[in-house]
């Protein structure tokens, strides 16, 4: 139980780090933003984790709410990429 | 902390052992599903290509820990907290990703030899009362 436990955890902090990475090193921002969002779908799935193993409900409405709010991240990036290419033309 | 877990332990069932078990893999699937995706933004070449790497934990990582959870608490609250999350997550992910992928056809941050078909381009082309 205890190497499953731990396995977990260094498969999502390897999975975390290489995320992360691509963030740093994105060639342009569309890559950061979908880097970003897959970042944001880890810490949601690390609550949830860590809620699953711990047994208890407290993080719940933090699901909630990431999973509502965190899309308009990359609309809003998406959006500002598209205004910035129409001032280029 | 420790005293509250004390007496469950001592009435647990064969039954919770096994859905303790069942919710502990299916964390390890969709922490590999994570995994997966932190490697397909690696390695892959340019924006739609991450992006199909970067929908495997948004929709089946986060289902299959949503089950985890409802299987390690096995409470009818906590399922009816999460089915809304579930699904406010397959309403908002494809929003997104359609967004980022329009964006990176317009701004030229896609592989062009890599396409197989270009219909949007084709659709570009040909008027829209060309009747074509």
Known sequence: MNILLLVIFVVFAVAALLTLWRIVTGPSILDRAVASDVLLTEVMCVLGAEMAINQHTRTLPVLLIIAAVGVFGSISIARFVARKDNADR | ?132
Not at chain 2, 18 to 43: E, P, S
């Open chain 2, 1 to 132: 902390m420790i005293l509250a877990t004390a007496p469950i332990e001592v009435t647990a069932s064969p039954l919770d052992a096994v859905l303790d078990t069942v919710a502990l893999v299916l964390i390890l699937v969709g922490a590999l599903l994570c995994l997966t995706a932190a490697i397909g933004l690696l390695r892959f070449r340019d924006v739609p290509t991450r992006l199909h790497a970067a929908t495997k934990p948004q929709v089946l990582g986060l289902i299959v820990i949503c089950i985890a959870i409802a299987l390690s608490l096995r409470s009818w609250a906590v399922l009816a907290f999460i089915v809304p999350i579930v699904l406010i997550q397959l309403a908002t992910a494809p929003l997104s990703a359609h967004m980022v992928g329009r964006q990176a056809y317009r701004n030229g941050t896609l592989d062009r030899a890599a396409l197989y078909t270009d219909e949007l381009r084709a659709s570009k082309e040909t008027p829209p009362a060309a009747g074509g």
